[in-house]
């Protein structure tokens, strides 16, 4: 079972920074696909970033240019920088990780995965972490 803890979200001004972590930890003896998710108030939860084992990374066209996705191996912990914030930005951001899809980790198949029915749902999941972008 591997278990993920989120931190760093909090409240910002537009255009401002933050940095959001990851820690995994449990029984992880195989590559992961890593991934950050949001979801706002009243709308459907997103692919932001995703990172696989190789450290190929990809984005979604919204963050593209703007956040950073990475992870550190040696302290299992995955991280989203995420700068020049805007208001539309305001939404839970959750980490995942799913075994599955380690040798075709985008942010394609990770957008996939949220498709209601599809079974392809993420099996980790981070409790979440806040983040609030005020204009």
């Known amino acids: 079972q591997v278990q993920l803890v989120e931190s760093g979200g909090g409240s910002v001004q537009s255009g401002g920074s933050l940095r959001l972590s990851c820690v995994a930890s449990?029984?992880?003896?195989?590559?992961?696909?890593m991934a950050w998710f949001r979801q706002a108030p009243g709308k459907e939860r997103e692919g932001v970033a995703a990172?696989?084992?190789?450290?190929?990374?990809s984005y979604a066209d919204s963050v593209k240019g703007r956040f950073t996705i990475s992870q550190d191996n040696a302290k299992n912990t995955l991280y989203l920088l995420l700068n020049s914030l805007k208001p539309e930005d305001t939404a839970m951001y959750y980490c995942?990780?799913?075994?599955?899809?380690?040798?075709?980790?985008?942010?394609?198949?990770?957008?996939?995965?949220?498709?209601?029915?599809?079974?392809?749902?993420?099996?980790?999941w981070g409790q979440g972490t806040q983040v609030t972008v005020s204009s």
């Open positions: 990172i696989a084992s190789d450290g190929s990374t």
């Open positions: 449990g029984y992880m003896d195989s590559n992961y696909c």
């Open positions: 995942a990780a799913d075994p599955d899809y380690a040798d075709h980790c985008t942010i394609e198949v990770v957008t996939t995965t949220l498709l209601v029915g599809s079974g392809a749902a993420f099996a980790y």
